[in-house]
């Protein structure tokens, strides 16, 4: 089929919207999915072909068909490839081809994105964050998206694309080109839906931790993201004690604590390997180690009673713990402090001043909510005293007081009884 006959053909077709289809119908549809193939193909690597497609109001029918194709009432497999094939061209049209990407900008922005970016077709929702990239490639296409007022709209069905389980990744793609432009975190955090910047916040902790086994390369996340994410963790932290607690919490707040976590752990992460910049930038952070600390010592006051989702539990039941909505939280708050700390004279006597190194000192016992807390909070203490003789003092001047009640020992027929030479030994209880 010739390129001017496929186009000819586009112009007076109009997408079935009833169902069933008519025989007629059925070959206009199947024609007129040729024609769009025909198209697709003709503009790959051919400026010529692009122009040719933009100056002959292609874009505008690409519109028409993938709105009737959004909103139609039947659902059979040809109106959805029409669909398909219909931003395939468009992202033909685009590529590499900076007047294509503001016109079809103009042509889909905003309400053909949304539209198909929320339609129930999976590979559509896919190419339509191919067209997005393919469009937000262009500085000036770039800069619009930024100062648009629907843009939280746009973005919120981008992430809702990214959970979605297909062998496409387009959406992933989108957001990780977006990750590298300033500002996009920070902007993210504020505007975006709890729920999308969860997803976020899973992203930028996968790219962290990919960034560790290559140390060469530079991080996609920039300085102000990390700050972004360690003030919104300090300003919603404290939900998540309310949520342990048993306080009150708005509808809406139900997924800060979530949120809190996911960020806590992204934080971990960042700050993991001393050679990376993050860890410069966050050591950097003041209010960020101040508010780590207080959650700690909130958590381990908290952790002492028996009615809340922080009481230390040393039952071995690894399931039950894992579907604590809080499940490791406390460990990594010590795992952060101790990251904070690494060879950083500053936070190492901050952390000294806020009596830190008592209650992380506390930390070194089994927690069934809290796996591997005992080592993440012997490596903190390890760092808080490297080269630090100050803290180094505070833990030699610690007496010793005896042996603490554990509960969980003596439901085994245990008691931990010391010896007049300081030793402590297990005695069966048991035994008469």
Same mark, same amino acid.
């Given at each position: 089929m010739e390129l001017h006959e496929a186009m000819s053909k586009l112009e007076d077709y109009s997408v079935p919207t009833e169902e069933p289809l008519?025989?007629?119908?059925?070959?206009?549809?199947?024609?007129?999915?040729?024609?769009?193939?025909?198209?697709?193909?003709?503009?790959?690597?051919?400026p010529q072909n692009q122009i040719l497609l933009l100056s002959s109001g292609i874009p505008g029918q690409l519109v028409k068909f993938i709105c009737n194709a959004v909103h139609a009432a039947n659902s059979c497999d040809d109106v959805l490839v029409l669909m398909r094939c219909s931003i395939q061209v468009?992202?033909?049209?685009?590529?590499?081809?900076?007047?294509?990407?503001?016109?079809?900008?103009?042509? #889909?922005?905003?309400?053909? &994105?949304?539209?198909?970016?929320?339609?129930?077709?999976?590979?559509?929702? /896919?190419?339509?964050?191919?067209?997005?990239?393919? %469009?937000?490639?262009?500085? !000036?296409?770039?800069?619009? #998206? #930024?100062?648009?007022?629907?843009?939280?709209?746009?973005?919120?069905?981008?992430f809702d694309v990214c959970v979605l389980e297909t062998d496409l990744d387009f959406s992933l793609q989108l957001v990780n080109y977006l990750l590298q432009h300033e500002g996009f975190i920070v902007d993210s955090l504020v505007f975006l839906s709890t729920e999308a910047r969860i997803v976020l916040v899973e992203i930028i902790s996968a790219h962290l931790s990919e960034e560790l086994d290559n140390l060469e390369t530079p991080?996609?996340?920039?300085? =102000?993201?990390?700050?972004?994410? !360690?003030?919104?963790?300090? @300003?919603?932290?404290?939900?998540?004690?309310k949520l342990a607690t048993g306080q009150e919490q708005e509808e809406a707040d139900c997924q800060v604590p979530v949120l809190v976590l996911k960020i806590l752990t992204a934080l971990?992460?960042? +700050?993991s390997s001393p050679t990376r910049p993050a860890m410069t930038v966050l050591q950097g952070c003041k209010s960020l180690l101040i508010s780590a600390m207080e959650m700690l010592h909130m958590v381990h $006051?908290?952790?002492?009673?028996?009615?809340?989702?922080? +009481?230390?539990?040393?039952?071995?039941?690894? =399931? *039950?713990?894992?579907?604590?909505?809080?499940?490791?939280?406390?460990?990594?708050?010590?795992?952060?402090?101790?990251?904070?700390?690494?060879? %950083?004279?500053?936070? /190492?006597?901050?952390?000294?001043?806020?009596?830190?190194?008592?209650?992380?000192? =506390?930390? %070194?016992?089994?927690?069934?909510?809290?796996? &591997?807390?005992n080592q993440w909070a012997i490596l903190a203490i390890r760092n808080l005293c490297e080269n630090n003789?100050?803290?180094? $003092?505070?833990?030699? *001047?610690? @007496?010793? /007081?005896?042996?603490?009640?554990? =509960? +969980?020992?003596q439901s085994l027929g245990y008691e931990a009884v010391m010896r007049d030479d300081g030793k402590v030994y297990l005695k069966n209880v048991k035994k008469t």
């Open positions: 008519s025989q007629q119908e059925q070959y206009e549809l199947r024609l007129c999915l040729d024609s769009l193939r025909c198209l697709r193909n003709a503009c790959v690597g051919s468009a992202v033909n049209m685009v590529t590499g081809n900076s007047e294509g990407q503001h016109s079809m900008w103009n042509s #889909f922005y905003p309400t053909t &994105f949304i539209d198909v970016l929320s339609c129930r077709d999976a590979k559509s929702r /896919q190419y339509c964050c191919m067209l997005l990239l393919a %469009c937000v490639k262009s500085p !000036a296409v770039l800069k619009m #998206f #930024f100062s648009s007022d629907v843009r939280k709209a746009v973005m919120e069905a981008v991080s996609s996340i920039s300085d =102000e993201g990390l700050k972004a994410l !360690a003030v919104t963790f300090e @300003k919603s932290c404290h939900s998540v004690v971990c992460v960042a +700050t $006051a908290a952790g002492k009673k028996k009615d809340n989702l922080f +009481t230390v539990t040393q039952d071995l039941d690894v =399931e *039950g713990a894992i579907r604590n909505p809080v499940h490791g939280f406390r460990r990594d708050l010590v795992r952060l402090i101790g990251n904070l700390s690494y060879r %950083c004279e500053e936070n /190492q006597e901050l952390v000294r001043d806020l009596k830190g190194i008592q209650i992380i000192l =506390e930390q %070194c016992s089994i927690d069934d909510q809290n796996p &591997f807390i003789q100050e803290n180094q $003092a505070v833990i030699a *001047g610690l @007496k010793q /007081q005896g042996v603490a009640n554990n =509960e +969980t020992l």
